[in-house]
């Protein structure tokens, strides 16, 4: 059983007053963080893998969020580095945080229970 991979899971209501293109800017934003993220010693990006889109369950239970994506890290270290230091995610932060209204992180450990 695998215990790397740490999964930082962020779901977003984004504001009802955006525009389709806001919409897709601010998704392509997040999904860009992929390859803008570096590594502050080696300038290499550290994100495993990163996913997301617009909400589609049938099960009603979104809470009214919209917009979900996962991001993938070998580590908390680069995990923690992403969400406290990362010039690339701050930028998005900053640019993006007007354009929802809700926001909520998960974050685990793949195979720790």
Known sequence: MTTTG???LVLFKLK???TEEQVKEFCDDMLALKSLCVHHET????IINSSG???NSPEGAQG???????VEFSN????????????AHQ???KKNSPRFDDVRVLDYTKSVY
């Open 6 to 8: 740490v999964m930082h």
């Open 16 to 18: 009802d007053s955006l």
């Open 43 to 46: 300038r290499e990006p550290y």
């Open 53 to 55: 889109g617009r909400d």
């Open 64 to 70: 009214g969020f919209t917009h979900g994506f996962v």
């Open 76 to 87: 908390e270290e680069q995990r923690d580095y992403y969400v406290f230091k990362d010039p």
């Open 91 to 93: 930028a998005f932060v």
